[in-house]
């Protein structure tokens, strides 16, 4: 049996819980999920897969030294950072803890990489470093990082960082910038789940400005098979982009929702924009197609109609999450807008 062992941070958060679910049911790696337990980080994501002896779980703060310094004396062959905060409204709102962990942890893995020599070090990005598109255009590898927000901005530091760790001590990074995710598991702060869940219980729906911003959706499987695609087959030292294939407005993603729930028109509001809001991502994801062959495989239409329907399967998941601190922050939120 194949022992390598890996390094998921950010496991317990939508996309790492996804992957690492993924991860243990194709191949026969040990993983260990190391993650802080933020607000958006919860147990609960993989309770299926704790008695998989392949699997453990890690309470630790990538930003802290001590904490990294325990995992890493086990032995680590391959890092996929994963941890982050994740989300733009918040960095607008408080911005600090997005300097410590997307750029000071960022480092200390780093860190950890050089001196413990592991095997590879994924860098899990996005495509908001490339900034904000006219209505032509698409980001590719090479497009000048522009990041707008303080959220993209610590994650193009912390890309920065990696790609000055493989040039100067010849860390084995890999970068991958994605466009925006849906799927299950998704913390109900982020546009799909949250248009979903408000729905549910015939609340508002906040569409940002005129609601015509573009985003490009891919199903979180999706991005789950591209990083493994890069794991096993891409080159250190490159980036891949990667997309959905799935331009969409705003407004289309919230009456798309409201069509498949079957809920009236009448709960869209639209609120004040989002400062600095980035009008439209369009990702060219040819390099990873033409170099790693991959493809995006999940039809939008029925990806969203699943999405809908784990989110109508799994009420207590996400009643859960919006009856705790989680209130707080959608009150600091939306009471102005
Ligand atoms: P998420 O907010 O759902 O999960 C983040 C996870 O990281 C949580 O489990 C949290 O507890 C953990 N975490 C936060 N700070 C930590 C710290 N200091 N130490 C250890 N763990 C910590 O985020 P997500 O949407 O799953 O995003 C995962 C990664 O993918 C992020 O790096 C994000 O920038 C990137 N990304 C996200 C998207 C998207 O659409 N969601 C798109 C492209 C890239
Ligand atoms: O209530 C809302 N109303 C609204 O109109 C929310 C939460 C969002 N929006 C708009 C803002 C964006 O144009 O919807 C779009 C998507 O917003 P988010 O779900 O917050 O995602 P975004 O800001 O695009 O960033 C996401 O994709 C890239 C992730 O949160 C990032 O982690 C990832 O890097």
Same mark, same amino acid.
Request: proline share 12%; net charge negative.
């Given at each position: 049996m194949d022992k390598t062992r890996i390094l998921v941070t950010g496991g317990c958060g939508f996309i790492g819980s996804n992957f690492i679910r993924y991860m243990l049911s194709k191949y026969p790696y040990i993983i260990i999920n190391f993650d802080k337990?933020?607000?958006?980080?919860?147990l609960e994501n993989l309770k299926d897969v =704790?008695? +998989?002896?392949?699997y453990t779980f890690v309470r630790g703060d990538i930003a802290s030294k001590a904490d990294l310094a325990s995992v890493f004396e086990q032995g680590i062959d391959v890092i996929i950072n994963f941890a982050a905060e994740s989300h733009v409204d918040r960095s607008i709102l408080d911005p600090d803890t997005f300097i410590r962990t997307n750029i000071n942890g960022t480092f200390n893995l780093l860190e950890e990489a050089r001196k413990r020599e592991v095997k590879r070090f994924i860098q899990i990005s996005? +495509? =908001?470093?490339y900034g904000s598109l006219g209505k032509e255009g698409k980001f590719t590898e090479s497009t000048p990082l522009s990041p707008n927000s303080p959220y993209s901005a610590s994650k193009t530091a912390a890309d920065m960082l990696a790609m000055a760790y493989h040039k100067?001590?010849?860390?084995?990074v890999l970068i991958t910038r994605c466009s925006n995710n849906y799927g299950?598991?998704?913390?109900? =702060?982020?546009?799909i789940p949250l248009i979903i869940t408000n729905a549910l219980e015939d609340k508002e729906l906040p569409v940002y400005g005129d609601g015509m911003n573009v985003r490009d959706w891919i199903h979180v499987i999706d991005h789950a098979v591209a990083i493994d695609a890069v794991l096993h087959k891409g080159v250190l030292g490159n980036v891949y982009n990667i997309g959905g294939e799935n331009e969409r407005t705003n407004i289309e993603i919230v009456k798309l929702i409201l069509s498949i729930l079957g809920?009236? =028109?009448?709960?869209i509001k639209y609120v004040t924009d989002r400062p600095g809001h980035d009008r439209r991502y369009a990702i060219d994801s040819s390099r990873i197609k033409r170099e790693l062959t991959y493809s995006v495989t999940t039809d939008f239409r029925k990806g969203m109609e699943d999405t809908v329907k784990w989110y109508l399967d799994n009420r207590g998941w996400w009643e859960r999450i919006k009856s705790g601190a989680y209130l707080e922050y959608y009150d600091l939120m939306y009471k102005n807008r």
């Open positions: 337990l933020t607000y958006a980080g919860n =704790e008695s +998989d002896s392949r996005t +495509d =908001e470093v100067t001590y010849g860390t084995p299950p598991y998704q913390f109900p =702060e982020k546009l809920k009236p =028109e009448s709960l």
